[in-house]
């Protein structure tokens, strides 16, 4: 059973469309994250959602909407793809938002913009 | 501000030896947690060790031990009798109470196990 899932995982588009990714958990965590990876394998945080509130919206254009319909669910669309947006995507989940709070990540959707 | 600083980008060791990875923070926060993540080739984060700030005693799970020293903020990761398949990016975390929720990521370090 996959704790933290994501769909797809891999995705390859062409500048200017629009794509979503989903993320679902399963460990009935209240806290889901969404991270960028980059090329040089640096990893950051863009957005968080404890108890389907957004508690983190991090300096990311607003052409990333996250989007929790419920705890276990958290998924991210992308308008208008640009080249820059290539990178693995994560997602994670945590029992709470605290800082002691352990986060168990997703595999990754690594997205190719051309 | 928070900052983690990994300064080994890269490190061999022989297999069955240990090896330590350095992870340095900064934080003027008195509660926060440290955090070992591995990233093999395949690509997942899997989660390998926490330490709390109030943790007295160094954190262990299996072969994963963290050498936490508050006065100089650091908190290593030492992985005993390494394997094979412990070759992979590591990475340091920290979150503060006071981070407004947010979880920060040194650069990694790419361990490489020799047979």
């Known amino acids: 059973d996959t704790a933290v899932s994501q769909t797809p995982k891999y995705l390859v588009t062409q500048m200017g469309n629009d794509k979503s990714i989903k993320c679902e958990q399963n460990l009935g965590h209240d806290t889901m994250y969404w991270y960028k990876q980059d090329s040089k394998k640096f990893l950051k945080i863009m957005f968080s959602?404890?108890?389907?509130?957004?508690?983190i919206n991090e300096t990311v254009p607003n052409r990333f909407s996250p989007k929790s319909p419920d705890k276990a669910h958290l998924n991210l669309h992308i308008n208008s793809l640009e080249l820059g947006d290539s990178a693995v995507y994560f997602c994670?989940?945590?029992?709470?938002?605290?800082?002691?709070?352990?986060?168990?990540f997703g595999p990754g959707t690594r997205l190719l913009v051309l | 501000a928070q900052k983690i600083t990994q300064t080994q980008p890269g490190m061999f060791v022989q297999e069955k030896e240990a090896v330590t990875l350095d992870c340095t923070y900064d934080t003027s926060d008195q509660s926060y947690g440290l955090f070992w993540y591995k990233q093999p080739s395949s690509g997942e984060m899997i989660f390998l060790i926490y330490?709390?700030?109030?943790?007295?005693q160094n954190a262990t799970e299996g072969r994963y031990s963290l050498n936490f020293q508050k006065a100089r903020k650091s908190a290593n990761l030492v992985i005993s009798a390494s394997q094979l398949g412990d070759s992979a990016m590591y990475f340091c975390?920290?979150?503060?109470?006071?981070?407004?929720?947010?979880?920060?990521f040194g650069a990694g370090t790419r361990l490489f196990v020799k047979a």
């Open positions: 959602y404890n108890n389907k509130e957004l508690i």
């Open positions: 330490q709390g700030s109030y943790d007295e």
């Open positions: 975390a920290m979150s503060v109470r006071g981070g407004g929720f947010k979880t920060i």
């Open positions: 994670a989940s945590s029992q709470g938002a605290g800082w002691d709070e352990t986060q168990y």
